[in-house]
T-cell receptor
Framework: NAGVTQTPKFQVLKTGQSMTLQCAQDMNHNSMYWYRQDPGMGLRLIYYSASEGTTDKGEVPNGYNVSRLNKREFSLRLESAAPSQTSVYFC?????????????FGSGTRLTVV | KQEVTQIPAALSVPEGENLVLNCSFTDSAIYNLQWFRQDPGKGLTSLLLIQSSQREQTSGRLNASLDKSSGRSTLYIAASQPGDSATYLCAVLSSGSRLTFGEGTQLTVNP
């Protein structure tokens, strides 16, 4: 089925460890996004990529890096994980400039940093 | 900065009741508004998208309205069912192609 695929679904890290969250979409969308969801905070934008080759900071970028590998793939890296990064991470994609298109979200990655 | 507020934060109703979820936003310069459903431990499923030029959208028992000038949207659910139990999120697309979310309304429909 067409959509946004995220891996892994669950991950436990120790403080200071690094990891990369993977995201791929097969809808030929130009734009991709990484959000985190925390209780009482809603979904907050970490980074986004308006098109292949570009990335920009969102609302909460500190402690994260991203790579837009190609049009399909957008990865999120935690270089040195901290307990404050315990969250559910969602990747999304959309078609910029097409306001009749909504966002499509992946199923999420539940990350716990101990 | 766009801010989105959803009221109520939680709602519990008996099966069969019609209900309304509310969403308000501070900056009326939006491109569209999207309603999502999120089941516990799951991702977001898009329910309805209303473009800024539209007043409402319908899908089955769901009807979403948009009053851009007053910064408000409502999601109407007719004849609610236990399977409608979930968190409903409202999100607006504003300048810079940024999607801003409300914190959601947690709906419980009791059999």
């Amino acid at each position: 089925n067409a959509g946004v695929t995220q891996t892994p679904k669950f991950q436990v890290l120790k403080t200071g460890q690094s990891m990369t969250l993977q995201c791929a979409q097969d809808m030929n969308h130009n734009s991709m996004y990484w959000y985190r969801q925390d209780p009482g905070m809603g979904l907050r934008l970490i980074y986004y990529s308006a098109s292949e080759g570009t990335t920009d900071k969102g609302e909460v970028p500190n402690g994260y890096n991203v790579s837009r590998l190609n049009k399909r793939e957008f990865s999120l890296r935690l270089e040195s994980a901290a307990p404050s990064q315990t969250s559910v991470y969602f990747c999304a994609s959309s078609e910029v400039g097409r306001t009749n298109y909504g966002y499509t979200f992946g199923s999420g990655t539940r990350l716990t940093v101990v | 900065k766009q801010e989105v507020t959803q009221i109520p934060a939680a709602l519990s109703v008996p099966e069969g009741e019609n209900l309304v979820l509310n969403c308000s936003f501070t900056d009326s310069a939006i491109y569209n508004l999207q309603w999502f459903r999120q089941d516990p431990g799951k991702g977001l499923t898009s329910l309805l998208l209303i473009q800024s030029s539209q007043r409402e959208q319908t899908s089955g028992r769901l009807n979403a309205s948009l009053d851009k000038s007053s910064g408000r949207s409502t999601l109407y659910i007719a004849a609610s069912q236990p399977g409608d139990s979930a968190t409903y999120l409202c999100a607006v697309l504003s300048s810079g192609s940024r999607l801003t979310f409300g914190e959601g309304t947690q709906l419980t429909v009791n059999p």
